[in-house]
């Protein structure tokens, strides 16, 4: 079976550009997660759709946002583009929402903002 | 606000030689507990996870883990390191809040095994 997969693996963009990140979770999972992981950095948590409906939010601005398709896969949209942007960009998938199950990660979206 | 804390950014171990990282949390609540593994080219990898009871967890790999409520710690351990553990480990959080579920990371130890 296939694992999470991310899609581009890599993107450079320049500042005020906006940016997609796509992501598609393992068959039978419900839930994403989306991480942002900043060279030397731990990964800093976004957001978590469950059943297409936002079931988390970390602490970042109102550029960011996401959505969850009908067939549970995912978007990550991020507006606006400033340098410190510039991240690996993590998915995971879990079979339930919350933090009982465990999250499967993808190998990541580079991203690059200059 | 929660938190994670991993005070060693990188430790060195010999290969054979017995391995402890540590981890402390914040949180108010009954926290659920996680260590993964990063290592190039392979993603992050779930070790172990702490939800309830026994406070000894074992995990992948040889690795096991202890929660200690009174010190707020979920150190990582293995009794013989071998030279493929070598990566960054992260301790991590789950916590609820206003905000709905989160999971938060600590900064990660890298870890190198010499010879």
């Known amino acids: 079976d296939a694992g999470v997969t991310q899609s581009p693996t890599h993107l450079i963009k320049t500042r005020g550009q906006q940016v997609t990140l796509r992501c598609s979770p393992i068959s039978g999972h419900k839930s994403v997660s989306w991480y942002q992981q900043v060279l030397g950095q731990g990964p800093q948590f976004i957001f978590q759709?469950?059943?297409?409906?936002?079931?988390g939010r970390g602490n970042f601005p109102d550029r960011f946002s996401a959505r969850q398709f009908p067939n549970y896969s995912s978007e990550l949209n991020v507006n606006a583009l400033l340098l410190g942007d510039s991240a690996l960009y993590l998915c995971?998938?879990?079979?339930?929402?919350?933090?009982?199950?465990?999250?499967?990660f993808g190998p990541g979206t580079r991203l690059t903002v200059l | 606000a929660q938190s994670v804390t991993q005070p060693d950014i990188h430790i060195t171990v010999s290969e054979g030689a017995s391995l402890e990282l540590r981890c402390n949390y914040s949180y108010g609540a009954t926290p659920y507990l996680f260590w993964y593994v990063q290592s190039p080219g392979q993603g992050l990898q779930l070790l172990l996870k702490y939800f309830s009871g026994d406070t000894l967890v074992q995990g992948i790999k040889g690795f096991e883990a202890e929660f200690k409520r009174s010190q707020s710690s979920f150190n990582l351990r293995k009794p013989s390191v071998h030279w493929s553990d070598a990566a960054e480990y992260f301790c991590?959080?789950?916590?609820?809040?206003?905000?709905?579920?989160?999971?938060?990371f600590g900064a990660g130890t890298r870890l190198f095994v010499k010879a």
């Open positions: 995971a998938s879990s079979l339930l929402g919350g933090g009982t199950s465990e999250q499967f």
């Open positions: 759709y469950y059943e297409k409906e936002e079931r």
């Open positions: 991590a959080v789950g916590a609820t809040d206003t905000g709905g579920f989160k999971t938060i």
